[in-house]
């Protein structure tokens, strides 16, 4: 099956610091990305649509100034989190849509960010 | 996309079938159900989908009803690691070769119990 790691799996920052994750489709090329965030006993809350070579879509209430999406190749998308704050603090999952096969979209294991 | 509909949260005793009802009583007729789970702290894994017709993969059974306004999700066999949230989800499969994102619920924590 087709797989999608992030790194890192964990990350701990200061408040006002800024944090990369990034995103990798490792055995197929994926045109479209999508970030995720959950909160504790949350569901998952889509964030953006990271399309290679082209601006992110994000969804509403999501500022693009915070939240930084790259997606400059067909296997890596990067999000960074600016300015970081403690309500920034989430687990951050990316997904990968590969555009053919079932359950199109693969998911990353996630991003433990915890600002203190 | 259509809503789905599912019980927060179910028991099942190890070995027996699980059963997962979702409801969909606005699906499309070119939507498909998709299946999700979420072991904790982990990303979501896919397990199955389908549009009309019953579906079997090696992890599961999906069981759409004929109207499609409801299926039901069967783990035959529960084990312990079966012990995640569960989501249901009414997407279209495609469009013209564009992605579309997952809307995701509130899902059902399924719990597995020895």
């Known amino acids: 099956g087709a797989v999608v790691s992030q790194h890192p799996s964990r990350v701990i920052c200061k408040s006002g610091t800024s944090v990369k994750i990034e995103c990798r489709s490792l055995d197929f090329q994926a045109t479209t990305m999508f970030w995720y965030r959950q909160f504790p006993k949350k569901s998952l809350m889509l964030m953006a649509t990271s399309n290679e070579g082209s601006k992110a879509t994000y969804e509403q209430g999501v500022e693009k100034d915070k939240f930084l999406i790259n997606h400059a190749s067909l296997t890596l998308s990067t999000l960074t989190v600016t300015s970081a704050h403690p309500e920034d603090s989430s687990f951050y999952i990316c997904s990968a849509y590969r555009g053919a096969g079932v359950g199109e979209q693969y998911f990353g294991p996630g991003t433990r960010l915890t600002v203190t | 996309d259509a809503k789905t509909t599912q019980p927060p949260s179910m028991d099942c005793a190890e070995g027996r079938a699980a059963n997962l009802p979702c409801n969909h009583s606005?699906?499309?007729?070119?939507?498909?159900v998709y299946w999700y789970r979420q072991i904790h702290s982990q990303g979501p894994q896919y397990i199955i989908h389908g549009l009309k017709n019953n579906e079997t993969n090696e992890m599961a059974s999906l069981i759409i009803t004929e109207d499609r306004k409801s299926s039901t999700l069967i783990l035959p066999h529960a084990t312990l690691r079966d012990t995640a949230v569960y989501y249901c989800?009414?997407?279209?499969?495609?469009?013209?070769?564009?992605?579309?994102?997952?809307?995701f619920g509130s899902g059902t924590q399924l719990t597995v119990l020895p």
């Open positions: 606005t699906i499309s007729g070119n939507e498909y």
């Open positions: 989800i009414v997407r279209v499969a495609r469009s013209s070769g564009s992605a579309r994102q997952l809307t």
